[in-house]
């Protein structure tokens, strides 16, 4: 998943002679001795020239540990190794394992007809099948790309089928997989976990009414869209087609609820249910609908320790960009370049939903999540802002960033598996940014949204 976007060297989107020039612009920065100014501008050069993010990063930050002599270099290695040094991170691993199997095991398809069978007979049924499909499965991936890549094609193939237009089918998909890193678990909570010093526990509590919330308004968005068009229903309600469709997914609809009401309950800590749900994923593939095979077994686990690798290395990286604007004092510097702003909350917060708005068109959500998580905490904690909501706030931003060019990663993966363009995607993703936006803008400004859950059971 995450190697797609961050290790692979990008096409560079300047020009040799303006490449040129910034790496001059570097050099001049580093003699008239401005150092975090050359901090950025290098991190930006190594970006624009197609460096893979974690190696822009680490580059960067050697440059300037290097140049300023601040500090001993080895102390680049030492910062990268207490970066990764953190439990909480053992999660990751163990839910991307669990999402992989969860794809190869077919148990996608079996969430997908029962969501068919509850949800079909609404008005642009299997446009509110495919969200519901997506909140289902986002208790078990944690990853809005594996959503994209394992339900996604079975979404826009019956969709087509049914005789949606392509546009419809893409958008509905690409937005409603956004709803994985939202609801518990979450990849990208468990990272900005680490990097906030936020309980993880608590973070995955304050997703689940937001992540709700956006699966309700993306089927208010489809119920207009569908009444507009003249989509009708795709079925009929059935209760024994429901039933039999039930029997066939409950065991996979079992993983959210021991894994989300495991961790609520107290009965284990996040990176627990992860292990958890590897062990049951295992049993329901292997010993259950019995279809993984070896082959595919040492296949998901290849792609795991690809990803993970290239997951803790972005964080390796980041942990050393962060610890220098930590100890040259970057947060306070921006405190007080906001001056007559940093009193009212309103403001930082609409300021920092753009700021990650923008971010999340161009960097991908992890990097994101590790290189600004030192920056605008601070800043929101300061007016006000809980981290525990903040982090939900981040996240949620940055997910609308993966439905928008020229990054959008999650267009990109429907892309490939619909075999529809990407100009065509986004086209049909536009309608349902607006009830995604909608739901930032509720969940920005009614902390309780996001907070009433992890207050009821954590505090």
């Known amino acids: 998943m995450a190697r797609l976007s961050v290790m692979r060297w990008h096409k560079p989107i300047v020009t040799p002679t303006l490449s040129a020039l910034a790496v001059l612009g570097c050099v001049i920065l580093a003699v008239m001795g401005h150092y975090l100014s050359f901090l950025f501008f290098s991190l930006f050069t190594m970006l624009v020239l197609g460096m893979p993010i974690a190696i822009s990063l680490a580059g960067s930050c050697l440059l300037f540990v290097l140049i300023s002599g601040q500090v001993p270099d080895i102390v680049v290695a030492h910062r990268m190794i207490n970066g990764i040094d953190s439990f909480p991170l053992l999660a990751i691993p163990f839910f991307i394992f669990a999402g992989s199997l969860m794809n190869n095991a077919g148990i996608t398809e079996r969430i997908f007809n029962f969501a068919k069978a509850l949800m079909g007979w609404m008005r642009g049924g299997l446009g509110h099948v495919n969200v519901g499909a997506s909140i289902v499965f986002s208790g078990m991936s944690g990853a809005a790309v594996a959503d994209a890549g394992g339900l996604g094609m079975i979404e826009v193939k019956a969709m087509k089928d049914a005789g949606y237009d392509e546009e419809f089918a893409v958008g509905i998909t690409a937005a409603s997989s956004t709803i994985g890193p939202i609801i518990p678990p979450s990849l990208p909570m468990v990272i900005y976990g680490v990097m906030a010093s936020a309980s993880v526990g608590q973070l995955f509590a304050a997703g689940l009414i937001p992540g709700l919330l956006m699966g309700a308004m993306l089927m208010g968005m489809v119920f207009l869209v569908s009444r507009r068009r003249g989509y009708q229903r795709d079925a009929d309600f059935s209760f024994r087609v429901l039933g039999y469709t039930f029997s066939r997914a409950f065991l996979s609809l079992l993983t959210p609820v021991i894994i989300v009401g495991g961790i609520i309950t107290g009965a284990f800590t996040p ?122 706030i981040m996240v949620l931003n940055l997910m609308i960033g993966l439905l928008t060019p020229p990054v959008g990663m999650v267009l990109y993966v429907l892309s490939r598996v619909s075999n529809v363009s990407f100009e065509r995607c986004m086209r049909g993703t536009i309608p349902f940014l607006i009830p995604l936006v909608l739901c930032l803008l509720l969940v920005t400004f009614v902390p309780a949204i996001s907070m009433w859950l992890p207050t009821l059971v954590y505090r």
């Open 271 to 392: 990176t627990e249910a992860a292990v958890a749900a590897v062990f049951y994923a295992l049993f329901l593939g292997v010993v259950v609908y019995r279809t993984l095979t070896w082959r595919k077994l040492i296949k998901v686990s290849m792609e795991t320790i690809e990803t993970t690798a290239v997951i803790l290395f972005i964080v390796a990286a980041a942990s050393i960009f962060a610890w220098i604007l930590t100890s040259n004092q970057v947060t306070q510097h921006v405190i007080a370049l906001m001056g007559p702003f940093s009193d009212s909350k309103v403001v930082v917060l609409m300021m920092t939903n753009l700021v990650l708005i923008i971010v999340g068109c161009f960097m991908e959500t992890i990097a994101a999540i590790t290189i600004l998580v030192p920056v605008l905490l601070p800043l929101a904690v300061a007016v006000g802002v809980d981290p525990v909501h903040f982090g939900v």
